[in-house]
């Protein structure tokens, strides 16, 4: 099954872009991954599915244009500009693997972004 | 508008048991597949399981760490899921979100504290 990593920590000034990296484990370039927003003391709300080729389906509901994805190679990047207060969160992604008896779905560790 | 709602969250023992309900509405509950996710206080989020709908025979499937121990079922006349879970240890508190089987939709999640 894929291993997704994230770094623990970013930040970037109000007004500025970020580029937030989810990094699948080898041999797993053409996963799909969903990145997720979780503010604090609420639960994860779903931003938007990433493959390869870009965006996959829809952004969530109420997600801002200035939020976009691009994926490359073993990356799948989310990428926010002119970042707003609103946006200091955990950010999270996750994959599926498998099907039936041996399905499971994993995260990264997560991203705890900052605005300074 | 997709609404879900856990409940159930609790206090108990070590070795105990808690039943948590997700009430769903908004959405073809009884054609999708409902999964539960948990995070731990400061920690990312880990997968518990899985449950299929009717036409895929209700099929169940669940993370290793909880495996044997925790059970997913559902009651399509009801638009409810749920999370029995026994014989509980520490490692099992969390708070617990149930979610959609496309991933999108997440409830707003229920409280688990499993002290000594």
């Known amino acids: 099954q894929p291993v997704l990593t994230q770094s623990p920590s970013a930040s970037a000034s109000l007004g500025a872009s970020v580029t937030l990296t989810c990094t699948l484990s080898?041999?797993?370039?053409?996963?799909?991954v969903d990145w997720y927003q979780q503010r604090p003391g609420k639960g994860p709300r779903f931003v938007m599915r990433v493959g390869t080729g870009g965006i996959v389906g829809s952004k969530g509901d109420g997600i801002p244009a200035r939020f976009s994805v691009l994926g490359s190679g073993l990356n799948r990047y989310l990428t926010i500009k002119n970042i707003q207060e609103e946006d200091e969160s955990d950010y999270h992604c996750g994959a599926d693997h498998g099907s039936g008896s041996n399905f499971v779905w994993v995260f990264g560790g997560g991203t705890k972004l900052t605005v300074l | 508008e997709v609404q879900l709602v856990e409940s159930g969250g609790d206090l108990v023992q070590p070795g105990g048991s808690l039943k948590l309900s997700c009430a769903a509405s908004?959405?073809?509950?009884?054609?999708?597949?409902m999964h539960w996710v948990r995070q731990a206080s400061g920690k990312g989020l880990e997968w518990v399981g899985r449950i299929r709908s009717k036409v895929n025979n209700y099929a169940t499937v669940y993370a290793a760490s909880v495996k044997g121990r925790f059970t997913i079922s559902r009651d399509d006349s009801k638009n409810t899921a749920y999370l029995q879970m026994n014989s509980l240890k520490s490692e099992d508190t969390a708070v617990y979100y149930c979610?959609?089987?496309?991933?999108?939709?997440w409830g707003q999640g229920t409280l688990v504290t499993v002290y000594s």
């Open positions: 080898s041999g797993y370039s053409n996963y799909i």
């Open positions: 908004g959405f073809n509950f009884s054609g999708a597949g």
């Open positions: 979610l959609t089987g496309d991933y999108v939709f």
